[in-house]
């Protein structure tokens, strides 16, 4: 029984350029394949049929051949038809599963090369005061990170040698087999992944390719910056494996507690205390400003303790924003101590004196506390 074409065993035009012919043969072999179609006889034979195709078409020289002689160039033993199951099935499938599932499995080329491992990224926790949040600044940290071995330049091997390619995987830093109609891939174990071996390691690094130094850093903080704020140093962090590229390091702020202010947001808080007679009487009091400067404020008479006054725009700056928030003053009316005889006399001129209009607060909260309980008789 004559031979069937093998441009129509893939149903392809005989100008199908390579990757025309690994779609139809994929999407062929999917149908037909043995595994989907169990018991079929019809559905091996004609998968055989269409692997056979594929196997003389996809290579140049075995292309030319039948392009000009037909079967006849691979009758009499010259690379007849493959059996199912053999070493070129398996290369076929692979470039299927190469084709479909390459860039989910981290896709290699064959012989691909060397895995350059990226460096770890790394975390620096600074703390700051706030007049640093306030105005910004530029800081030096010292830290010890792994660098790139000057003697090796990062290959980890020795002056003069090189790292071998890995004989097990060619390079490629996973080794593949096929298992039916799977394509298995795990990493080398010879080489964990790296497709080279350091026969002659650096003594400096000890064929790592990278060496623990002391390096001393510029941080560039923002005006603005909040607790928990992360800037981050691209390439400043671990030095990669056999000359892989550096990781980042992350520097981690947090802002020490201030003496005189409390931070929400951009909002700045100071508790002033006031004297009885200034809240009592009125008067002017300086507060401080996270700036360093003095604002003035006025104390209105008969002013009670958590009294809050505004000063717009003496806050935080926002971070990357125009935007400044405010300052808020909270009156704490200080109670006199250590009064002199003269003093106590005055003050209990003052309460004989004095008459409910004068505390209005407590006059009327025990006036509801009467109503809500009465009067109770002994």
């Known amino acids: 029984m004559a031979k069937r074409c093998y441009y129509e065993t893939l149903g392809v035009q005989r100008t199908a350029k390579d990757g025309d012919l690994k779609s139809a043969f994929r999407k ?3 149908e037909c394949h043995p595994d989907r179609n169990p018991g079929d006889s019809s559905a091996e034979a004609r998968f055989k049929e269409i692997n056979a195709a ?47 599932f390459g860039d989910i499995m981290g896709r290699r080329g064959r012989g691909g090369g060397t895995a350059r491992e990226r460096g770890a990224d790394l975390r620096y926790n600074m703390e700051i005061t706030l007049e640093d949040a306030f105005s910004g600044k530029l800081a030096q940290i010292r830290m010890p990170t792994p660098v790139t071995c000057e003697a090796c330049g990062g290959s980890g091997a020795k002056a003069g040698s090189k790292p071998a390619t890995c004989m097990t995987c ?25 497709g080279e071996i350091v026969e002659d390691p650096c003594a400096s690094c000890n064929g790592q390719g990278r060496v623990t130094r002391e390096r001393t ?18 390439g400043e962090g671990e030095a990669g494996m ?19 202010f409390q931070r929400d947001g951009a909002d700045l808080y100071c508790r002033v ?19 360093g400067s003095r604002e003035k404020v006025k104390i ?58 004068n505390h209005p607060d407590s006059t009327g909260f025990f006036a509801r506390v009467k109503d809500l309980f009465g009067s109770r008789e002994t």
């Open 217 to 234: 850093l510029q941080v560039n903080i923002p005006p603005g910056v909040e607790e928990g704020t992360r800037i981050r140093l691209a």
């Open 242 to 260: 056999r000359g892989g590229p550096s990781g980042d390091l992350y520097i981690f702020l947090s802002i020490a507690p201030h003496e005189l």
């Open 28 to 30: 062929m072999a999917m």
């Open 54 to 100: 594929y196997e003389t078409l996809k290579d140049p020289q075995k292309r030319a051949a039948y392009d000009r002689f037909g079967h006849a160039a691979f009758e009499h033993g010259n690379g007849g038809m493959h059996g199912f199951g053999g070493a070129d099935f398996g290369a076929s499938m692979s470039d299927i599963f190469e084709s479909m």
């Open 273 to 291: 205390p006031v004297a009885m007679t200034e809240a009592a009487l009125g008067g002017e009091v300086e507060v401080p400003t996270i700036s």
């Open 170 to 194: 060619g390079g490629a830093g996973k080794i593949r087999s096929t298992q039916g109609f799977f394509l298995m891939e795990r990493t080398c174990h010879v080489c964990q992944g790296r």
């Open 300 to 357: 209105a008479e008969g002013t009670q303790s958590g009294k809050q006054f505004r000063i717009k725009g003496k806050g935080m700056p926002v971070l990357r924003s125009r935007e400044v928030g405010d300052l808020y003053i909270q009156v704490e009316v200080e109670i006199p101590k250590n009064l002199t005889k003269r003093q106590r006399e005055l003050l209990e001129e003052f309460r004989k004196s004095s008459s409910d209009d």
